[in-house]
């Protein structure tokens, strides 16, 4: 079992706005600011926190800023700043130009009053919340089930708005994703009709809108493979039976789907097999995706071995394609916090980066199960391939399968949510987790 990480304490400031007036709202000559318990990355407590504060009603509208900062003995320390919209008359406070503000919250208040561009989403908009809001609470009412309490919001991002819902049967969850992602809507219907346990059951969609509101599918895995700090790590009750099971909940799936590729592809998914990822190859590898020379960057001896071993991975890829295992569907981004689980049973969401690819690229280990359950689960999965190679050279391609699956996986964000989003820095070097989790495989092939 892991460690236990250490709680995590956060300095939060929140910009409230008024651009009609071109101030923002102050107390005692700066923008409001709270310790929180827990990240407030996804916006969890933050209205309700400064509703108490300010004596208002608030909504999120968008991180603006968020920082790691220096950890403590006995804590993890983070900063971020919210931009929320005020739903009440008034507040407590006094409404300030950005100029009379401490220099460090100069750019933030500006930020605040710009016109929101064509890019960013509704849920980040002034009053979009409640658009929101209105669609959730006439389908509940249409299927007789109202809520019992406020939406409790679970993420609040540029790529999603995902809230928990009461409701007296039980729980339901709301999700709203961006244009760019809005073919998640019809796949996720067709997946939870055609191929059961691939996705929870959908109760109301609106493709034009990019909604869904969905059955409880279970709890997300938090097992803390990735390194991710979840809150409620489940390591301890996590068997290798259940390593054995999800994995072959994975195969299970993408064989149903091999016969069912042409209705994936109508429904508006992309090819991302090796052939694609070959031909972002050498793009990938020749320096442009490393920011050498920006903080976080791929440092000059780790871009030289990335770029040694395009040659290795050209092999792979193309034996990947070669290879008898056909495409399959794909998740795109299949990790143990899209999992869920209710009793014996494993259902995948979030299936924004649904795709078509080698089903070796997509299926992962390290990202699914704890790493001493391992060979079990490799065995479990391959089980489904069995046949189509000899054993020793089925485990091989998986191998290879995973390594050169990271290229896969950076290309989610670098061909797919930096061509989208509004503010691309928030993701500019998410890819290069994927880039160093390659260099960690070594030399192995």
Known sequence: ????????????????????????????????????????????GVTEAFGTLLGAELALLRR???????????????????????????????WSLPADLPAEQRPWAEAALLPAPPARPLWQRSGGQAQLLAWLDDELAA????????????????????ARVPTAPGPLYFKAVPGFFRSEVPVTCWLSRELPGAAPPVLAADAEQGFLLLENGGEALNLNVVGW???????????????????RQ???????????????????????GPQYVLTWLPRLLDGRYFHTAQEGGLSAEEAQRLQAMQPRLQAMLERLAASPVPLTLGHGDLHEGNVLKRQEHFTMIDWSDACITHPFLDANLSYLVPQ????????????????????????ALYRAGQQAGELFRALGYIDGI????????????????????LLNFGSEG
Request: proline content about 6%; charged content about 25%; overall charge negative.
């Open 1 to 44: 079992m892991s460690d236990a990480p250490k709680p995590v304490c956060s300095t939060v400031v929140a910009v409230i706005a008024d651009p009609e007036r071109g101030r923002v709202l102050a107390v005692a000559g700066q923008l409001p600011e709270l310790q929180m318990a827990g990240s407030v990355y996804f916006g969890q």
């Open 64 to 94: 603006v800023a968020f920082r790691r900062l220096p950890d403590t003995e006995t804590h993890q320390l983070r900063g971020a700043t919210w931009s929320l919209d005020l739903l009440s008359d008034s507040a407590h406070g006094e």
């Open 372 to 395: 001493e359950h391992a060979e079990a689960a490799a065995d479990a999965y391959l089980d489904a391939w069995k046949g189509m190679l000899p054993p020793a050279e089925l485990r």
């Open 418 to 437: 930096q061509l989208g989003v509004e503010d691309a820095s928030e993701w500019g070097n998410v890819h290069l987790t994927h880039f160093r989790a």
């Open 143 to 162: 299927q007789e089930r109202p809520r019992s309490a406020a939406p409790q919001i679970i993420k609040h991002t540029q790529i999603s708005f995902l």
């Open 229 to 247: 700090g979840f809150p409620d790590d489940q390591r301890g009750t996590w068997t290798p039976n259940d390593s054995r099971a999800l994995l």
């Open 250 to 272: 994975v195969a299970h799936l993408q064989r149903a789907s091999e016969a069912r590729l042409d209705d994936l592809r109508a429904l508006g998914l992309r090819e991302r």
